[in-house]
């Protein structure tokens, strides 16, 4: 399993703004965040599939998150707008290989180590 390198993050208030980013330097067929508060499961946050460049969101992130990714920096980015305190979580980077549910964490092969996303009131 090959860990991709997260940074950003950090404490900031409701309102704020972040932008977290991954790099990702292999010929992976997507990317993804998912987010995990504490006593809660892993959630899907956003995915980006390269070949066609289609995104997908969670429901509660929908307008105010968004993922992209710079080719030439092998890069991946989740900008973080308009922050809630139940945004609050470690966020962790993902990448796959092949096709499949965007939104499952099962379907991704390599991970970041995640990083701390606070929002406070």
Do not use: H
């Amino acid at each position: 399993q090959v860990y991709l390198a997260q940074s950003g993050g950090g404490l900031v208030q409701a309102g704020d703004s972040l932008r977290l980013s991954c790099v990702a330097p292999g010929r992976y067929y997507g990317t993804a965040w998912f987010r995990q508060a504490p006593g809660k499961a892993r959630e899907f946050v956003a995915a980006l599939t390269w070949t066609t460049g289609n995104t997908y969101y969670n429901d509660r992130v929908k307008g105010r998150f968004a993922i992209s990714r710079d080719n030439a920096k092998n890069t991946v980015y989740l900008q973080m707008n308009s922050l809630k305190p139940e945004d609050s979580a470690e966020y962790y980077c993902a990448a796959r290989w092949n096709a499949g549910r965007a939104d499952v964490a099962l379907e991704y092969n390599d991970w970041g180590l995640g990083t701390q996303v606070t929002v406070s009131s």
